[in-house]
């Protein structure tokens, strides 16, 4: 199919809800995507933190090729053993105070479930979410996302939900009260810029959940997997949730979504109470274990770790070099690099010299690349960083004299 014809497809017959980049993903490899002319791109997207372990990998494909031999879905009434193991597998690398999961197929699907189970099993009816947050479009996960662009069409929404400052715990004092089933939040806040808490801030917010017996709940759906360095990214403030949610790169690519729970927690849903036709299909739970024993045997958390170490230290350097980057943040390979002006230009330029990052609001670079970059695919972003800023520079610079 030509290019002409592939855009005005898409664009003609398609809802159009994504804000599209101008470019054609035919095939990928790794941390490489490339175009339908054969141009190679390096991805720091990851299809939004999708493509943890890599774009085709070896261990993806041998596993839906040999599960779609034998059985491709499985209704969660009938047991099946592909299920057995990936829950099995899941449990074992989730914090150990939680027991059970209950097994979607997207991240907007995990946080559904877990705001119902925290208002079944507190019996109690108020959320908390934090400003800046994003948990999902569907309707429950949309009542606690904040930004208005996305709220305001669809309302109203479910009733009482509170949004309160990200970090600050006084804040969150004043608004948790006996009657707060849940508190949802994301460790790190990614959508809103890779911002993160204060190291007094999580252990702080599970103290106080626990002084009125509300439910802490972590959106780990793309701080999770090792994306940060470790396996979850609440492990770096040593803070355990009631219930985790999880999804994008569990599947290896293939749509899968996980909620976590505490045992007596989870134990409050009955039969009919939260179902999914597709949720739990062997096929996804075939790749959700690979991914996982991809990212053990493979050491990518501790690979996250060390390589995200050296890209924020690179992005730190532009920090210092630029007056129009505000600041480089972010652990493991969950960055963000603000800037002081849009960077529109920037994200189409990178497009154009090879390298494919992702955006957070209006100026703020956000990259999430698979945990298989290596060093010289994250050299090779930073010096198109730096050529791309050094233009802007000079342009504003131009323009302003």
């Not at 664009?11 to 141009?39: C, E, M, R």
């Not at 939040?185 to 007094?200: N, R, W």
């Not at 090779?380 to 610079?397: H, P």
Request: proline share 3%; charged share 25%.
């Amino acid at each position: 199919m030509i290019e002409h014809n592939t855009i005005e497809i898409e664009d003609n017959l398609l809802a159009g809800v994504y804000q599209k980049f101008p470019v054609i993903i035919s095939k990928g490899k790794g941390a490489k995507l490339w175009d339908n002319t054969g141009k190679e791109y390096i991805d720091c997207m990851g299809g939004y933190g999708v493509s943890i372990i890599g774009h085709c990998n070896p261990k993806i494909q041998e596993a839906i090729q040999k599960q779609a031999q034998d059985l491709i879905t499985c209704h969660g009434s009938l047991y099946n053993e592909v299920r057995a193991e990936f829950a099995e597998k899941l449990i074992s690398v989730c914090p150990n105070n939680l027991e059970k999961v209950y097994l979607g197929n997207s991240g907007a699907e995990t946080v559904e479930c877990a705001l119902k189970i925290a208002r079944k099993f507190t019996k109690k009816k108020k959320i908390i979410a934090m400003k800046g947050s994003y948990h999902g479009k569907t309707m429950g996960a949309l009542s606690t996302t904040w930004s208005q662009k996305y709220r305001e069409p669809f309302q109203p929404l479910i009733p009482e939900v509170q949004f309160t400052s990200y970090g600050d715990i006084d804040k969150i004092s004043e608004v948790i009260d006996n009657d707060t089933a849940a508190i949802i939040i994301e460790p790190i806040q990614g959508e809103s810029g890779i911002h993160l808490p204060s190291k007094e801030f999580l252990p702080a917010l599970r103290e106080k959940c626990d002084s009125k017996g509300t439910l802490l709940i972590c959106d780990e759906i793309q701080s999770g997997l090792g994306r940060t360095g470790k396996m979850w990214a609440s492990e770096h403030w040593n803070v355990k949730p009631d219930i985790m949610c999880i999804s994008k790169g569990i599947g290896g690519g293939i749509p899968l979504g996980a909620t976590i729970a505490r045992g007596d927690i989870m134990d409050s849903l009955k039969v009919g109470d939260h179902t999914s036709t597709f949720g739990g299909n062997p096929l996804a739970c075939k790749c959700g274990t690979a991914t996982i024993d991809y990212i053990i045997n493979e050491d990518l958390v501790d690979k996250s770790y060390k390589l995200g170490k050296k890209f924020l230290a690179g992005l730190k350097e532009l920090e210092e070099k630029y007056k129009s980057v505000r600041e480089a943040r972010g652990l493991g390979l969950m960055l963000g690099l603000e800037m002081r002006f849009e960077i529109k230009e920037i994200i189409l330029e990178s497009i154009k010299q090879g390298v494919i990052i992702l955006y957070s609001g209006r100026n703020i670079v956000r990259l999430l690349p698979p945990l298989v970059i290596n060093e010289e695919q994250i050299n090779t972003t930073l010096e198109v960083l730096d050529q791309l800023i050094l233009k802007t520079e000079s342009d504003r610079f131009r323009d302003v004299n």
